[in-house]
């Protein structure tokens, strides 16, 4: 008779998807939080830039509605703040509010500045097309369009 020992695995409940690396310590962010987090910076950094451009450099709003460089520069003016965010801490003020980051997919560091950039372009392209926001909802890594062309995924910061 042989001294034969059975190893069992612990059960462990899942909490949510997480990426295939040796040490299992990433989560990725959920969809839901994703669309808060840029509902979020729409209302502290997009409306922000629209008052200023419309009432202190065009003086009305009449003027805002007739200008093609209005809009234009509000939208640029907001993708370099995105990116300066996003390249410095990996997190906008919303993605911050709900714990979710932005770091390259394959080094889980962060991104540089026109990276970031590249994704927001990608992610206006994204938006305009509306398929490449259902993406998410496909893969394992719940990557949109923006972030399979800049190389990123969102993952949640624990404390």
């Known amino acids: 008779m042989s001294n034969f020992t059975r190893k069992v695995k612990k059960y462990s409940p899942k909490k949510r998807t997480t990426p295939q690396n040796e040490n299992n310590s990433l989560v990725y962010a959920r969809y839901v ?36 460089w209005g809009p234009f520069s509000a939208v640029v003016l907001y993708g370099i703040i995105y990116a300066l965010f996003v390249a410095k801490t990996g997190q906008t003020p919303g993605k911050k509010a709900y714990k979710i980051k932005v770091v390259d997919a394959k080094t889980h560091q962060n991104i540089s500045f026109f990276r970031a950039l590249l994704r927001f372009v990608g992610f206006l392209l994204s938006a305009t097309i509306l398929i490449g926001l259902f993406f998410p909802f496909y893969n394992k890594q719940k990557k949109a369009l923006h972030d399979m062309i800049a190389g990123t995924i969102e993952i949640e910061v624990r404390d």
């Open 33 to 68: 939080d994703r669309i808060k987090a840029f509902i979020t910076d729409l209302f502290m950094i997009y409306t922000p830039i629209l008052y200023a451009i419309t009432y202190v450099v065009l003086g009305n709003k009449e003027a805002f509605q007739h200008s093609f």
